[in-house]
């Protein structure tokens, strides 16, 4: 059986932050996913938002962690070359009974140690953002907020921490732990077992059931929370900081803001849903968040929309443990009681993104308080440089580009510019795209106005081609999600059926 | 390779194609056609049923064949063709930045552009359908040419979402191929595609059509699974008890086209947001001198034959004003959308051109009429011209010429406006 000292059960941002600091130290770290991809999972639906750290109640874990994640990004998105931008938020009071917690959130956010925040009147906030409600009456700025591409920080860590030795095994759920008697001892996957010291628990809306397996925190209880959002055009709505409302009791708000890649999201609404992996979208969800995003820009055209799509909280109901904080969603991040081995990151929805590298930073303390030696590597390097993206390219360079790899010259989506080259260098990349959403998140393929119209076809060849399948194996997203069926003239006669003449008959047919 | 042309056209489409022939054969010396697929042609290629040039060439085509027409004549005719090309940028002055395999990332410039990119497929995102994000979800021209170009079958038990013509034409394909077309769903209370395509690729399948219903949802996980169907009432929304889960592994949508024009809009070319495509007049002739734009990527068109037609006119267009024969920028008269009408081609008419012979206005209307119907224009009160149809349905333009003697009317007039009334 495979050994190692620490295995990490979920590659999403705050599994794969945790593998890139654990890399650094003499240590052998396996980290795994269930999916066929890294930051598949509540990781790759949200709103790509650093917060700045005064929505948080003052104390808890989650303000402390917002906190110090922020900071931290800077040099974050430096050494990992991943797209991160400052732009700053407002909060914006539509209606003056609102304009008293603006004020609260002010002195939440002092409490907190955030700085960089004023209020703004209305008029000020709409010279800045002109498409604001022209009925915001003040606002609460934020200059230390920002946006960050999660999908390519995800994989920027996931990358670097494989690069510096962590095994990373995808398609590989968890089902259970080895025990030694209150110890534990290894993992059961859906392949195989592996022995390990520790166990970092860092499953997203699963954390509760990995925990339990462990017979740890019995009251422990995830609920996922879907949120539902717009995708629009960004030649449609030239945006460029985040919107907040002002916040309710459950979240912050739909919100309107800007992307790295241009395209303005519109979203979450929060519904409390009882499957861990039901992301659809409603018919009343999406008209509760086109409701809440033209409170904030009336302005919005729905001719705009290009894509929709829903991602999952992990909302916890742990307790703050700081006396006198009286706050029962706070973040889990701990060394588990009663047994002995393992980490639980639990919990951890928004400001999660945010705080993700504050809490690797803060697991590496644990172990150290642990015992563990913790001793660095010489090899250790933080530094991953991302791959070239074409549209992002000033013209000299792009010609460059494509006479170094004539691949570089044919667009596969239009609407997003990406290169046939840079899909094949995902492919080939120390983390592989494999599947069409693994492309679509490292590329940004398909998520323009034509949604992979175009792409499709040409990308499904390409994988095929690269990877050496067939396109009939080629996959969305893993296993079970192949887009082609058979050959054509390659009949199966059963789908076709004697009974479609009593079908049509019954089936309210018009004309 | 040449750096500078006399006219540029963005797509080997008709529309593209149609618009290099008549450069060419009205003087310009230097046309080029840049095609972003390995040959020209355009969507006409996945197209390999028949049905084209019946109006115009008096001839039953297939897609390819069609198109292989305009090929061959533009090459004889010596027109440049640069395929597994795009065009990355293009400028109000008429330079184009075109990336390919073969010579890199050029900087070209020409006298005159004919913007002939066709459109693009609604998809789910912008008609909101609720539900799971699984694989099988396509669009009915990425399922064609998946079909009819790559030769992989998307699917075997599809229920298509709309009646374009594209989603009726998949519908028979598929059947013909083997697989299991449950259902044509149509949100509208009448066929959105072409009558003939309903006749000869749904009836004569034996494919059902249900009008009103829509899909309130898909269901499945990894692939589709199921999609839930639902009767609508006039505002669209959904009548309660009458939601049916149909299973199936794929959907596809043929919910409508979108005129593509994200070049146009980095040259400043001015949109109407009618019809999704620039504000054009008699000519082709966008706000833009020196840009003309012909096709899909003007409105969407019913029949290639029309295509064609409006290739030749923009081709013509862009010859003359390369040749320095200035046509763009006279006084000219609007046309507006007046009763039932959804939109009208073109937007803007000199009254001069009148003088040229008559000149034919392309428009779509609102709601059908079944029996005698009669499209006028008017400028107030005042009748210019007037058309009887044997009926008028969204699906299929409507076409209705201003002929030479209206010209006194038409200069006189403010602003023609277009309807489409019964009787």
């Known amino acids: ?511 | 390779m040449r750096r500078s042309y006399d006219v540029i056209v963005i797509g080997s489409g008709p529309g593209g194609m149609a618009a290099a022939i008549a450069a060419k054969k009205h003087g310009a010396a230097h046309v080029l056609v840049i095609e972003r697929d390995v040959e020209p042609g355009g969507i006409l290629l996945q197209c390999i049923h028949h049905g084209f040039g019946v109006e115009t060439l008096k001839q039953d085509l297939t897609g390819p064949a069609y198109a292989q027409r305009f090929v061959d004549e533009a090459l004889a005719l010596g027109v440049d063709v640069m395929v597994d090309a795009m065009v990355l940028q293009l400028t109000p002055s008429r330079h184009l930045w075109v990336t390919s395999t073969r010579s890199g990332l050029v900087e070209l410039e020409a006298r005159a552009i004919v913007l002939a990119m066709g459109c693009r497929e609604r998809t789910r995102a912008q008609i909101r359908i609720p539900g799971s994000r699984p694989a099988g979800v396509y669009t009915a021209g990425t399922a064609q040419r998946l079909v009819n170009v790559e030769g992989y079958m998307p699917g075997r038990r599809f229920v298509i979402l709309g009646s374009g013509d594209i989603g009726m034409i998949m519908a028979r394909r598929l059947t013909l191929e083997g697989a299991r077309v449950e259902r044509v769903l149509e949100i509208m209370p009448y066929l959105t595609g072409l009558t003939r395509n309903y006749v000869q690729c749904l009836l004569d399948y034996g494919v059902p059509l249900q009008l009103s219903h829509t899909v309130a949802r898909i269901l499945g996980d990894r692939r589709v699974e199921a999609v839930e169907a639902v009767q609508v009432d006039e505002n669209w929304r959904p009548v309660p008890g009458t939601a049916e889960v149909i299973p199936c592994d794929t959907l596809l949508l043929s919910v409508g086209l979108i005129p593509e024009n994200e070049l146009s809009r980095q040259a400043g070319v001015s949109l109407d947001p009618a019809t999704g495509g620039p504000y054009v007049d008699q000519g082709f002739g966008t706000s833009v001198p020196g840009i003309f734009a012909a096709g899909n990527v003007v409105h969407v068109y019913d029949l290639v034959d029309w295509v064609t037609e409006a290739g030749y006119v923009a081709g013509r267009s862009a010859a003359r004003s390369a040749l320095g024969d200035q046509v763009q920028g006279v006084a000219s008269v609007g046309l507006c959308a007046g009763e039932n009408v959804r939109h009208v081609v073109p937007q803007r008419l000199n009254p001069e051109s009148l003088t040229e012979g008559p000149q034919r206005l392309q428009l779509r209307v609102v709601r059908p009429i079944e029996g005698r119907a009669r499209v006028q224009v008017a400028d107030g009160d005042t009748l210019i011209a007037e058309q009887r149809l044997r009926y008028a349905r969204p699906g299929e333009m409507v076409m209705v010429t201003l002929p030479p003697t209206a010209y006194d009317r038409v200069r006189q007039a403010k602003a023609l406006v277009v309807m489409v009334t019964e009787g």
């Open chain 1, 1 to 511: 059986m495979q050994t190692y000292d620490v295995a990490i059960i979920g590659a999403g941002v705050v599994g794969c932050m945790v593998a890139r600091v654990l890399s650094r130290y003499d240590l052998s770290v396996l980290l795994i996913d269930k999916e066929s991809d890294v930051g598949a999972g509540t990781s790759s639906a949200n709103t790509a938002i650093v917060h700045a750290g005064y929505d948080p109640v003052p104390g808890t874990l989650k303000a402390a962690l917002n906190v110090a994640g922020n900071r931290m990004w800077d040099t974050l998105a430096a050494e990992l070359d991943i797209p991160f931008e400052r732009r700053g938020d407002y909060v914006v009071a539509v209606d003056p009974e609102e304009v008293p917690r603006l004020e609260l959130l002010l002195q939440q956010g002092r409490a907190n140690g955030v700085t960089g925040m004023e209020m703004l009147s209305g008029e000020e906030l709409r010279r800045r953002e002109p498409l604001v409600n022209p009925k915001a009456c003040a606002a609460l700025w934020a200059s230390t907020s920002g946006i960050c591409d999660p999908f390519a920080a995800v994989l920027a860590a996931a990358e670097n921490a494989v690069t510096n030795g962590v095994t990373l095994m995808l398609e590989t759920a968890f089902e259970g732990f080895h025990m030694e008697v209150r110890r534990i001892a290894g993992v059961r996957t859906s392949r195989g077992s592996f022995r390990c010291r520790w166990v970092v628990n860092a499953a997203g809306v699963y954390a509760d059931e990995v925990m339990h397996k462990a017979g740890v925190r019995p009251d422990f209880r995830i609920t996922p929370r879907r949120g539902e959002y717009y995708v629009l055009d960004r030649a449609q709505l030239p945006l460029r900081s985040v919107l907040f409302p002002v916040p309710t009791a459950v979240s912050k708000g739909i919100l309107v803001t800007a992307t790295v890649h241009g395209n303005p999201i519109v979203g979450p609404n929060a519904q409390d849903v009882a499957s861990k992996e039901d992301r659809s979208v409603t018919r009343e969800g999406l008209e509760e968040v086109w409701r809440g995003a033209q409170r904030l820009v009336p302005g919005l055209d729905p001719r705009a929309v290009i894509g929709l799509f829903a991602g999952l909280r992990a909302a916890g109901n742990a307790r703050c443990l700081t006396p006198g904080v009286d706050y029962g969603h706070d973040f889990v991040v701990e060394i588990a009681e009663g047994v002995q081995g393992l980490v639980n990151l639990a919990g951890i929805e928004s400001p999660g993104l945010t705080a993700a590298p504050a809490i690797a930073d803060r697991v590496v303390e644990l172990l150290r308080d642990a015992g563990e030696p913790l001793r660095e590597k010489r090899s250790w390097n933080p530094i991953r440089r991302a791959r070239p993206r074409f549209r992002d390219l000033p013209p000299e360079e792009q010609a460059a580009l494509v006479r170094r790899n004539p691949l570089y010259g044919r667009i596969v989506c239009r609407c997003e510019t990406v290169t046939e080259g840079e899909i094949v260098a995902e492919i080939h990349a120390p983390i592989p795209a494999r599947t069409y959403d693994a492309l679509k998140r490292r590329t940004w393929l398909g998520t323009g106005r034509c949604q992979g119209g175009f792409d499709t076809p040409r990308v499904l060849a390409i994988l095929a081609r690269e990877l050496g399948l067939s396109p009939l194996q080629v996959t969305k997203k893993g296993p079970g999600s192949e887009f082609l069926s058979r050959p054509t003239k390659d009949a199966d006669w059963s789908d076709t059926g004697p009974e479609r003449a009593g079908h049509r008959a019954g089936g309210g047919w018009e004309r």
